[in-house]
């Protein structure tokens, strides 16, 4: 499945990717499909085969992540939306399942973030981390063979790597499997029946660059995760 074109302009493309496709070109990236790829192979916008503008990809989802992914044009909406970005101007809604029953109905994690000395390539709270905050509201909590889960609404203020998995995992409910912040056997139990982490990124608002309008645009949650909820 490729990703999905959810809007197109002259300066802006928004797109809807799916679990499993990495975002940025990477010398490990050798067999595994890749946004920046794709966008090659299909499109013929100024800055598409433009290594320091990345192709455009202004911002990033991981790998088993799915939903909205913003990709620039040109360089000026590129320069415009990454600054934006950077001064918190852009709002990403974010919806993911989570282990345990979260018991307040909205809250807020405020919680420094950063690289683990002794794990280079994982994350984690750490003080003299850079600042990270992120906003919850619970959507539905639920029950499933003994067990509770949660699905909740997340919005981040900040956007460290990570920043959503490692804030939940700190509060005590880590996402569904997660394979990197939930622990290995729970991710595994969790992937008898959900099969990639449970986390989409929904929606997006932000000014256009160019038209100075704000736009907001929303990926609906994929069906094999619809599915589950069902």
Not at 35 to 40: A, D, I
Not at 182 to 194: E, F, L, M, S
Not at 205 to 213: A, D, G, L, V
Request: charged share 30%; glycine share 6%.
């Amino acid at each position: 499945m490729n990703p999905e074109i959810i809007f197109e302009d002259p300066h802006l493309l928004v797109l809807n990717k799916p679990a499993g496709f990495i975002v940025n070109e990477a010398s490990t990236t050798t067999t595994q499909p890749v946004v920046q790829t794709w966008l090659k192979k299909n499109f013929d916008y100024a800055i598409v085969k433009d290594e320091e503008y990345r192709s455009g990809i202004v911002h990033r989802l991981d790998k088993e992540t799915s939903g909205i992914l913003l990709i620039a044009k040109d360089k000026e909406t590129f320069t415009e939306l990454q600054k934006a970005f950077k001064e918190r101007r852009v709002e990403k809604t974010y919806v993911a399942l989570v282990h345990g029953k979260v018991p307040d109905e909205e809250g807020e994690i405020n919680a420094p973030v950063g690289r683990l000395p002794w794990r280079r390539d994982r994350f984690g709270v750490l003080p003299g981390g850079r600042e990270a905050m992120t906003k919850y509201t619970v959507l539905k909590r639920i029950e499933k063979d003994g067990q509770n889960y949660t699905l909740l609404e997340l919005k981040p203020k900040t956007g460290r790597t990570h920043q959503i998995r490692i804030h939940l995992k700190h509060l005590g409910y880590p996402i569904v499997a997660d394979d990197f912040y939930a622990g290995r056997k729970t991710a595994r139990n969790d992937r008898r029946w959900c099969p990639r982490l449970f986390l989409h990124a929904q929606s997006i608002s932000f000014e256009h660059p160019i038209t100075k309008k704000r736009v907001e645009f929303e990926a609906k949650l994929p069906l094999e995760l619809e599915k589950l909820l069902n």
